[in-house]
């Protein structure tokens, strides 16, 4: 059964430590999906990639947030350095996507940070 | 003003009840349209997509008014297991890119026994 992996599940970090989260979409899939889910703000987008490449990251924080896809099997998300602000719960989601075609999103467990 | 808005709710509904949900996008140039189903502590599930003729699958519809920029989501029958955060997603036209999947805050939805 395909599914998006995410590591970890759980992370409780200080302020002002580097945190990684990373996942690892499903087979084939060329199109990757990190999102933050807060209670207020509900999913918000950060940034996504097509066939590796960052397509768009305007919803990233700049300054201490960084996402990369070293490889088709592996997107990583950074946050150096971390503040409390920041905590909440991370997914990844993949999906096959084309220019003017749909795309599910098949979603990761999720990450759950805490910043203290 | 967010890109796609939803009534938080939460909706408290009998079991056998219809219910109904609505959401608005302010992207008009948006291309399609999908319903998520979000259970407590876990990640969002496709629901269904929404077409622009509407589109029903067993006790769940879905309806699409492009000229209004609203999407609605009907439950007939409600069960107890439909309990869930209902989330709205329009896939956003970013600079020519699309697949830019942009989520409600969600609707929240109790049956009750």
């Known amino acids: 059964d395909a599914r998006v992996t995410q590591t970890p599940r759980h992370k409780v970090t200080e302020m002002g430590q580097e945190v990684t989260m990373r996942c690892q979409p499903i087979l084939g899939h060329n199109t990757v999906f990190w999102y933050r889910q807060t209670m207020m703000q509900g999913l918000e987008l950060l940034a996504y990639?097509?066939?590796?490449?960052?397509?768009?990251d305007s919803g990233m924080p700049k300054d201490r947030f960084s996402a990369e896809m070293p490889d088709a099997t592996l997107a990583t998300l950074k946050i150096q350095p971390s503040e409390p602000r920041d905590s909440a719960v991370y997914f990844c989601?993949?999906?096959?996507?084309?220019?003017?075609?749909?795309?599910?999103?098949?979603f990761g467990q999720g990450t759950r940070l805490t910043v203290v | 003003r967010k890109e796609v808005e939803q009534d938080p709710g939460p909706f408290n509904v009998p079991e056998g009840a219809t219910v109904a949900f609505n959401c608005t996008y302010s992207n008009s140039a948006s291309q399609s349209f999908f319903w998520y189903r979000q259970d407590c502590r876990k990640e969002p599930k496709l629901l269904m997509s929404?077409?622009?003729s509407g589109n029903e699958d067993g006790r769940f519809t879905a309806q699409l008014n492009r000229a209004s920029q609203y999407i609605s989501l009907l439950i007939r029958d409600s069960k107890l297991s439909d309990s869930a955060t209902y989330l709205c997603?329009?896939?956003?036209?970013?600079?020519?890119?699309?697949?830019?999947?942009?989520f409600g805050t969600g609707t929240l939805l109790a049956v009750q026994p």
């Open positions: 929404v077409y622009s």
């Open positions: 990639f097509r066939n590796r490449a960052p397509l768009d």
């Open positions: 997603v329009v896939n956003s036209l970013s600079g020519g890119a699309t697949n830019k999947l942009i």
């Open positions: 989601a993949s999906g096959l996507g084309g220019w003017g075609s749909d795309t599910e999103a098949f």
